[in-house]
């Protein structure tokens, strides 16, 4: 697989200060031709699950050979590894704290092991002449991948690995009777609370007939097909364009209506079991 010349970028940045900036200026001095999209730069400051979630999301999604630049990183300057990914579809340069778990994962589900490659970056020629010890986004992180989109295998960049640091993902479980319990993961702009419940949980669960969320001590009765298909004002419940149930309220703010956010439980049901 060569590279396509696509590079993404999702940190946690934000955009009042020139961090997001500079990394494209130090991609570009590599890479002339490089063709940069923002993910996001407003994941939540140091939150791994919330960078591993939205990578999730969206990698996809793009063509075969792009680089995806993850830099969410709590540790740096410290012992975690940076490290480049290289699966059958993408490239993936970050820190090695999490948050490629999700990548990993899907990556070891779809393709053998061998079909793979992982690097720790020790190479500092493919670095910046001076690294800091508090910006290495722009100094190891943004230089890789540069590199990659030119052309450079990545064995070049250090020695092979073969396991990556994991974040903890929490995953839905069975609760006594027959209830699926559950926590909400992520809130996006519009108030929508995603949770760790995928369709195939439902499924395998038998909990697509007769469903019904509780919250907080609020039910939420039905799965709807359409945030449209909601009446005003009520909480529903769908699945999503992330494949992953969802509380959410037509033309409303889901969350803030129920006062819960990342982390919060829910249990599903239907109406043949009981609560767990």
Known sequence: MRPNGI??????????????????GVILNIAPEARMIDITHHIDPQNIPEATYTLHTFHRYFPVGTVHLVIVDPGVGGTRRPVALQTPEAFYVAPDNGVLTSVWRDALQRWDPEQCDMVDLTERRFWLSEVSNTFHGRD??????????????????????????????????????????????????????????ELSHLEQSNLIQGLTVEIIGQHIPGLYRTYADGPLGELIALI?????????????????????????????????HTKA
């Open 240 to 272: 999503g364009s992330s494949g992953r149930l969802e509380l959410a309220i037509r033309n409303s703010n889901a969350a803030k209506r129920l006062g819960v956010g990342v982390n919060d439980n829910l249990r599903v049901w239907a109406v043949a």
């Open 140 to 197: 190891i992180f943004a230089p890789v991948a540069a590199h990659i989109v030119n052309g450079t295998a990545l064995t070049e960049f250090g020695s092979r690995i073969t396991q990556l640091t994991e974040a903890d993902v929490v995953e839905p479980v069975n609760g006594r009777t027959g209830a699926l319990v559950g926590r909400i993961v992520h809130v996006d702009h519009f108030g929508n609370c995603i949770t760790n419940i």
């Open 7 to 24: 590079i993404t970028l999702t940190t946690d940045f934000g955009h009042t200060d020139s961090y997001v900036g500079v990394m494209k």
